[in-house]
């Protein structure tokens, strides 16, 4: 069985023992190894803590030995430190070191260590060992006697300036920094918790510097030390010296906070359960340690290779099963080692492979004597995948990527044209798209079509609506084309109102003076009334529509939102962010309109009152109507004069109603309707011009299918960058849109602006040139310089054809058709087909690396280094593959240091083949393990630097030849 590498596994590095002189609730000893055994289970490895001493940890290796606590696979010593300056609420501030137990004699060193470190008190210098702590106590508080409480009260009066922690660190105790990892502690009880005075910055930033990690499972702490907080990277290496790794413990002083720091923040931490394995943090501080109540883990088990097993050739292969870690895994050996015959065979049972025939492939080569060979690849969801290389390829879809030599040389120099290069960008990005974004779509062509058809449909809307608008308009200008005729009608009623009032003197002559001047009184206030009444319904029937509007308000928001949400999400909102620009209306939003509408109801029941029970004294309209008829009746004792009277009286009324709606309506066209004119040509203009964002929108939904061509790639924070481009261009038919409005007019007539060649060149000259920049404003000032050129609506009738009419004028004039965009794709301002093998194979890998991230197959990628230099594997890939890895299973085949190391690959494969004496050929097998994998010869960091840099001595001389600056 392989070894798989480093893997998540959770540590727990910061865990008191009964020795703690400090804060100790543990009852004793036998329940306190009876709980860690009891708790501990799913921990690999613990962090044996003490003050000032390393008594528990020796207790806990005794232990061990005895048999005890085998369920850890690492214990690591962890001196826990209380040194100066105070912070800010008078406590001391926490700094451990956690040493490395597998170094020489590493608890003797580490006990000579602490017996060099010293704190003065009274002119006397006090060792940190158990005795000296426990004469430092008896000098502290003469009253302890007996060894332990001696020397607790030594370990609470230990507290050593930091600066001589540091003098200490580099001096006597530097075999604990070569061997040692110091660790400050964050919080209250840390750097952050000094003053924030000014004065305590500089303190701070050194506290920070002597440490390689940092104790906090805050996650802000996190975010800022590995620079994506308030600070970026840069700033702070210069403030603290380098990025920071945090990592988390329980901080436990009794059984029942034994590894249960609180919010489950757990401490889980890729690598081998080494010390060595935790060296890797200092290296990697943000990939390989996580903190949270479980560790990451791939999304999609059923796409992640558990392991491969070979069996039945045994001439080539012994039979055993290779174990694969989740993450990266990098096949190297030597030349024909068999690193292409791994990734090869992989490809094979899963159905990727398709280089029969070739020289380079080592199935080509190898059959038939491997036809017997069967390959099984166990998924991590348990299903297997079984082959016989006899039986050929499967015909099923592959479940794998596999970016073979022979792939990757045709595209880079057998393709000429580019095509298959472009096809194969384009498939990715189809890829990257997720299925529900595909519009059920089967390639990137049928998407490019169907994922701007919504844009299309936007200016179907717009077109629709500058036609609807064009016809509003049109009502209107007739509407105020009636103006000067209700100014006439409005005269003449003038005029029969005063003829009126001259008649009436003569026929009040035999009218009751006391009946006329009540009749007066309630005619005044029935017309108040009246006007109350009528001022009341037009308030409900302005509700009812106000209500209509709110509700088509709020339907149409959640619409236009709805409708904006998956553009949000596609270009890189996550759900919640996208749902923070959800207008929020509140559920009872809708409720004034209830009590406003009853009260208005009650004000037009309340004046207009009831006509079959008219109340005698009443002031409603209809008891005042009622009141007016029995006292017309009393009017006059002359029936034909008192007829008349009334119907004299029934015209003025009828006449002053009809003043007051013909003053209202001129009032209302001079104001409402004028304004509604203007609201409704500068709604024309904006809806007009919004076509224009609309191919903006056409422009990013473009760039959007390209997104991870131009945009993902450049986002990386290792600031590599692909260069990609996708360059759109807006292209005009001006003059077929000229020739359809000419063909609307007489030109025979005067004064037709279409038939005027000075006019016509003004028009090429500005609105044709606006029209291809998108220049908004120069659009619409140059098409209305046209619209006033040709003329008032009625001047624009009188030139017309018989065919044609104002309102297609105006359809033609806000016409968009002739407008549309053109697009193209580049690399570095370089057509595709125009690019050289280097820089295709440059394009080839950063696509999948970087932009087939929504393929969650692993990805195998043969030799990638071919036909690049190491610089640009260094710069262009490097940063690709660790975040590929992130999200995916890669298993690279690679002979540069570069893609292995610097990648920091989550397990190597070492590839051997061997030869035994008389066999036809070679007998291929590989060892596996990690990184961090030292100690021997045969470790993978040996074979790693033996097989990648020529083995120790020749790297070290040419590190030594570069002599690179820090």
Same mark, same amino acid.
């Given at each position: 069985?392989?070894?798989?590498?480093?893997?998540?596994?959770?540590?727990?590095?910061?865990?008191?023992?009964?020795?703690?002189?400090?804060?100790?609730?543990?009852?004793?000893?036998?329940?306190?190894?009876?709980?860690?055994?009891?708790?501990?289970?799913?921990?690999?490895?613990?962090?044996?803590?003490?003050?000032?001493?390393i008594?528990?940890?020796?207790?806990?290796?005794?232990?061990?030995?005895?048999?005890?606590?085998?369920?850890?696979?690492?214990v690591?010593?962890?001196?826990?430190?209380?040194?100066?300056?105070?912070?800010?609420?008078?406590?001391?501030?926490?700094?451990?070191?956690?040493?490395?137990?597998?170094?020489?004699?590493?608890?003797?060193?580490?006990?000579?260590?602490?017996?060099?470190?010293?704190?003065?008190?009274?002119?006397?210098?006090?060792p940190?060992?158990?005795?000296?702590?426990?004469?430092?106590?008896?000098?502290?508080?003469?009253?302890?006697?007996?060894?332990?409480?001696?020397?607790?009260?030594?370990?609470?009066?230990?507290?050593?300036?930091?600066?001589?922690?540091?003098?200490?660190?580099?001096?006597?105790?530097?075999?604990?920094?070569?061997?040692?990892?110091?660790?400050?502690?964050?919080?209250?009880?840390?750097?952050s918790?000094?003053?924030?005075?000014?004065?305590?910055?500089?303190?701070?930033?050194?506290?920070?510097?002597?440490?390689?990690?940092?104790?906090?499972?805050?996650?802000?702490?996190?975010?800022?030390?590995?620079?994506?907080?308030?600070?970026?990277?840069?700033?702070v290496?210069?403030?603290?010296g380098?990025?920071?790794?945090?990592?988390?413990?329980?901080?436990?002083?009794?059984?029942?906070?034994?590894?249960?720091?609180?919010?489950?923040?757990?401490?889980?931490?890729?690598?081998?359960?080494?010390?060595?394995?935790?060296?890797?943090?200092?290296h990697?501080?943000?990939?390989?340690?996580?903190?949270?109540?479980?560790?990451?883990?791939?999304?999609?088990?059923?796409?992640?290779?558990?392991?491969?097993?070979?069996?039945?050739?045994?001439?080539?292969?012994?039979?055993?099963?290779?174990?694969?870690?989740?993450?990266?895994?990098?096949?190297?050996?030597?030349k024909?080692?068999?690193?292409?015959?791994?990734?090869?065979?992989?490809?094979?049972?899963?159905?990727?492979?398709?280089?029969?025939?070739?020289?380079?492939?080592?199935?080509?080569?190898?059959?038939?004597?491997?036809?017997?060979?069967?390959?099984?690849?166990?998924?991590?969801?348990?299903?297997?995948t079984?082959?016989?290389?006899?039986?050929? $390829?499967? &015909?099923? /879809? =592959?479940?794998? !990527?596999?970016l073979?030599? *022979? @792939?990757?040389?045709?595209?880079?120099?057998?393709?000429?044209?580019?095509?298959?290069?472009?096809?194969?960008?384009?498939?990715?990005v189809?890829?990257?798209?997720e299925e529900?974004?595909?519009?059920?779509?089967?390639?990137f062509?049928?998407?490019?079509?169907?994922?701007?058809?919504?844009?299309?449909?936007?200016?179907?809307?717009?077109?629709?609506?500058?036609?609807?608008?064009?016809?509003?308009?049109?009502?209107?200008?007739?509407?105020?084309?009636?103006?000067?005729?209700?100014?006439?009608?409005?005269?003449?009623?003038?005029?029969?109102?005063?003829?009126?009032?001259?008649?009436?003197?003569?026929?009040?002559?035999?009218?009751?003076?006391?009946?006329?001047?009540?009749?007066?009184?309630?005619?005044?206030?029935?017309?108040?009334?009246?006007?109350?009444?009528?001022?009341?319904?037009? $308030?409900? &029937?302005? /509700? =009812?529509?106000? !209500?209509?509007?709110?509700? *088509? @308000?709020?339907?149409?928001?959640?619409?236009?939102f709805?409708?904006?949400?998956?553009?949000?999400?596609?270009?890189?909102?996550?759900?919640?962010e996208?749902?923070?620009?959800?207008?929020?209306?509140?559920?009872?939003?809708?409720?004034?309109?209830?009590?406003?509408?009853?009260?208005?109801?009650?004000?037009?029941?309340?004046?207009?009152?009831?006509?079959?029970?008219?109340?005698?004294?009443?002031?409603?309209?209809?008891?005042?109507?009622?009141?007016?008829?029995?006292?017309?009746?009393?009017?006059?004792t002359?029936?034909?004069?008192?007829?008349?009277?009334?119907?004299?009286?029934?015209?003025?009324?009828?006449?002053?109603?009809?003043?007051?709606?013909?003053?209202?309506?001129?009032?209302?066209?001079?104001?409402?309707?004028?304004?509604?004119?203007a609201?409704?040509?500068?709604?024309?203009?904006?809806?007009? /011009?919004?076509?224009?964002?609309?191919?903006?929108?056409?422009?990013?939904?473009?760039?959007k299918?390209?997104?991870?061509?131009?945009?993902?790639?450049?986002?990386?924070?290792?600031?590599?960058?692909?260069?990609?481009?996708?360059?759109?261009?807006?292209?005009?038919?001006?003059?077929?849109?000229?020739?359809?409005?000419?063909?609307?007019?007489?030109?025979?007539?005067?004064?037709?602006?279409?038939?005027?060649?000075?006019?016509?060149?003004?028009?090429?000259?500005?609105?044709?040139?606006?029209?291809?920049?998108?220049?908004?404003?120069?659009?619409?000032?140059?098409?209305?310089?046209?619209?006033?050129?040709?003329?008032?609506?009625?001047?624009?009738?009188?030139?017309?054809?018989?065919?044609?009419?104002?309102?297609?004028?105006?359809?033609?004039?806000?016409?968009?058709?002739?407008?549309?965009?053109?697009?193209?794709?580049?690399?570095?301002?370089?057509?595709?087909?125009? /690019?050289?093998?280097?820089?295709?194979?440059?394009?080839?890998?950063?696509?999948?690396?970087?932009?087939?991230?929504?393929?969650?197959?692993?990805?195998?990628?043969d030799?990638?280094?071919?036909?690049?230099?190491?610089?640009?594997?260094?710069?262009?890939?490097?940063?690709?593959?660790?975040?590929?890895?992130?999200?995916?299973?890669?298993?690279?085949?690679?002979?540069?240091?570069n893609?292995?190391?610097?990648?920091?690959?989550?397990?190597?494969?070492?590839?051997?083949?061997?030869?035994?004496?008389?066999?036809?050929?070679?007998?291929?097998?590989?060892?596996?393990?990690?990184?961090?994998?030292?100690?021997?010869?045969?470790?993978?960091?040996?074979?790693?630097?033996?097989?990648?840099?020529?083995?120790?001595?020749?790297?070290?001389?040419?590190?030594?030849?570069?002599?690179?600056?820090a």
């Amino acid at each position: 069985m392989s070894d798989r590498g480093s893997e998540w596994r959770r540590w727990d590095l910061h865990v008191h023992t009964p020795e703690s002189a400090l804060a100790n609730h543990y009852a004793d000893w036998p329940s306190y190894l009876d709980a860690l055994e009891a708790k501990g289970k799913g921990i690999s490895v613990l962090g044996v803590t003490d003050y000032c001493s390393i008594e528990g940890y020796k207790k806990v290796v005794a232990a061990r030995a005895e048999g005890r606590l085998s369920s850890f696979d690492l214990v690591i010593p962890n001196i826990e430190f209380r040194t100066h300056p105070e912070t800010g609420k008078g406590k001391a501030i926490n700094l451990h070191i956690l040493v490395d137990p597998d170094a020489p004699d590493a608890t003797a060193e580490i006990e000579q260590a602490l017996g060099l470190l010293t704190f003065r008190y009274n002119d006397i210098d006090y060792p940190c060992s158990t005795e000296g702590l426990r004469r430092l106590g008896r000098a502290v508080d003469g009253s302890q006697t007996d060894p332990w409480g001696a020397f607790k009260a030594g370990v609470n009066a230990f507290k050593p300036d930091f600066a001589e922690i540091r003098r200490w660190l580099d001096n006597q105790g530097r075999w604990i920094r070569r061997n040692g990892i110091v660790v400050v502690a964050n919080g209250k009880d840390g750097p952050s918790g000094l003053s924030k005075d000014a004065g305590f910055a500089a303190v701070r930033e050194e506290l920070y510097r002597c440490a390689d990690m940092v104790f906090s499972g805050n996650p802000a702490d996190r975010l800022y030390f590995l620079g994506h907080g308030s600070d970026d990277p840069d700033e702070v290496k210069e403030k603290n010296g380098s990025l920071k790794p945090c990592i988390h413990g329980s901080d436990a002083h009794d059984e029942d906070k034994l590894f249960q720091p609180d919010d489950d923040r757990y401490c889980w931490i890729k690598a081998k359960p080494t010390f060595e394995g935790l060296r890797q943090l200092l290296h990697e501080p943000e990939h390989r340690v996580a903190i949270g109540p479980t560790p990451p883990a791939p999304t999609d088990s059923s796409k992640i290779i558990d392991h491969v097993a070979l069996a039945g050739a045994p001439e080539w292969f012994a039979d055993e099963i290779i174990h694969l870690n989740s993450g990266l895994v990098t096949i190297i050996g030597e030349k024909g080692a068999g690193k292409t015959a791994l990734a090869e065979l992989i490809a094979f049972t899963t159905a990727a492979w398709k280089s029969e025939g070739s020289p380079a492939s080592f199935i080509s080569k190898a059959s038939p004597t491997i036809d017997d060979l069967t390959v099984a690849v166990t998924w991590a969801d348990g299903t297997v995948t079984s082959r016989r290389v006899g039986d050929g $390829r499967a &015909a099923d /879809l =592959a479940r794998v !990527r596999y970016l073979s030599q *022979d @792939f990757v040389e045709e595209l880079c120099s057998t393709d000429v044209s580019g095509s298959r290069l472009i096809r194969e960008i384009e498939d990715v990005v189809f890829g990257y798209i997720e299925e529900g974004d595909r519009l059920d779509s089967s390639d990137f062509a049928g998407l490019r079509r169907l994922r701007t058809d919504h844009v299309t449909q936007k200016k179907r809307e717009v077109t629709a609506r500058v036609s609807t608008l064009n016809r509003e308009i049109l009502a209107i200008e007739e509407r105020l084309t009636g103006r000067s005729e209700k100014e006439m009608l409005l005269q003449r009623i003038k005029d029969d109102l005063t003829a009126i009032d001259a008649q009436l003197p003569a026929l009040q002559v035999s009218v009751d003076p006391a009946v006329a001047a009540e009749i007066e009184r309630l005619t005044a206030i029935r017309k108040d009334k009246g006007s109350q009444l009528a001022s009341a319904n037009r $308030r409900l &029937a302005r /509700l =009812a529509t106000a !209500r209509a509007k709110a509700v *088509d @308000f709020i339907a149409a928001t959640e619409r236009a939102f709805l409708d904006i949400r998956p553009a949000l999400i596609e270009v890189g909102f996550t759900e919640a962010e996208a749902d923070r620009l959800r207008p929020v209306i509140q559920a009872d939003g809708l409720n004034p309109f209830g009590p406003i509408e009853a009260r208005t109801r009650q004000d037009v029941a309340s004046l207009s009152g009831l006509p079959e029970n008219p109340d005698p004294a009443g002031e409603t309209v209809a008891d005042l109507d009622h009141r007016l008829e029995k006292l017309n009746g009393k009017l006059a004792t002359d029936e034909q004069q008192r007829k008349r009277l009334i119907e004299l009286q029934k015209q003025r009324a009828r006449m002053e109603g009809d003043q007051r709606r013909l003053e209202t309506e001129i009032a209302n066209l001079d104001g409402p309707v004028k304004d509604d004119m203007a609201a409704k040509i500068e709604e024309r203009w904006t809806t007009y /011009l919004s076509y224009f964002n609309l191919l903006d929108e056409e422009r990013a939904e473009l760039a959007k299918l390209y997104a991870p061509l131009e945009k993902v790639i450049p986002a990386d924070g290792d600031g590599a960058e692909a260069g990609f481009e996708l360059q759109v261009r807006l292209s005009a038919a001006p003059a077929e849109w000229i020739e359809v409005g000419r063909d609307m007019f007489d030109k025979r007539r005067n004064g037709v602006a279409l038939a005027n060649d000075e006019i016509l060149r003004d028009v090429r000259r500005t609105l044709f040139e606006a029209w291809r920049s998108a220049d908004r404003q120069a659009i619409r000032t140059s098409l209305d310089w046209l619209i006033t050129q040709m003329g008032k609506p009625s001047a624009i009738s009188d030139q017309l054809l018989g065919h044609a009419t104002l309102e297609r004028v105006y359809d033609w004039l806000f016409s968009t058709d002739h407008i549309t965009l053109d697009y193209g794709l580049k690399y570095r301002g370089t057509d595709l087909e125009r /690019l050289s093998p280097g820089t295709r194979g440059i394009v080839l890998l950063v696509l999948y690396l970087a932009m087939d991230r929504q393929d969650r197959r692993p990805l195998i990628i043969d030799q990638p280094e071919g036909n690049l230099d190491n610089s640009s594997i260094y710069e262009a890939l490097v940063p690709f593959l660790r975040k590929a890895k992130l999200t995916r299973q890669v298993i690279l085949v690679s002979h540069n240091p570069n893609l292995v190391v610097t990648t920091d690959a989550d397990q190597v494969l070492v590839a051997r083949a061997e030869r035994p004496e008389g066999a036809r050929h070679p007998k291929i097998s590989y060892s596996a393990g990690a990184l961090e994998d030292v100690g021997t010869e045969e470790a993978i960091r040996a074979q790693t630097v033996k097989l990648l840099e020529g083995g120790r001595d020749p790297f070290k001389t040419r590190e030594k030849r570069y002599a690179l600056p820090a």
